[in-house]
Nanobody
């Protein structure tokens, strides 16, 4: 079983940057595709980014060019660097893992989820 814990959320102003981290206990991230999703109040969960188990990085259209997903194998973490934040980025951000070989946007492909970290961007 994989336990995931997100960190790094907070309250920032529009245009600022934040770096979220997802830490895994119990397993190494190297055996999984890792994804980030977000959910704002009253909205459906949205795909943000994924790092493929084999290779490749994938991004949702709304964050492409602003967010970057990366792995730190030494620390067994997956990070989400978020630049040029906008008020519409406000949400609870969750990381999740999948056994898919490549990055996937489908929530149903992810078997383990973290509790999330809140990101609030003020205008």
């Amino acid at each position: 079983q994989v336990q995931l814990k997100e960190s790094g959320g907070g309250l920032v102003q529009a245009g600022d940057s934040l770096r979220l981290s997802c830490e895994a206990s119990g397993r190494s991230f190297s055996g999984y595709t890792v994804g980030w999703f977000r959910q704002a109040p009253g909205k459906e969960r949205e795909f943000v980014a994924a790092s493929g188990r084999i290779s490749g990085t994938y991004y949702g259209d709304s964050v492409k060019g602003r967010f970057t997903i990366s792995r730190d194998n030494a620390k067994n973490t997956v990070n989400l660097q978020m630049n040029s934040l906008k008020p519409e980025d406000t949400a609870n951000y969750h990381c999740a893992v999948s056994t898919q070989l490549f990055g996937t946007r489908r929530e149903s492909d992810y078997g383990y989820w973290g509790q999330g970290t809140q990101v609030t961007v003020s205008s």
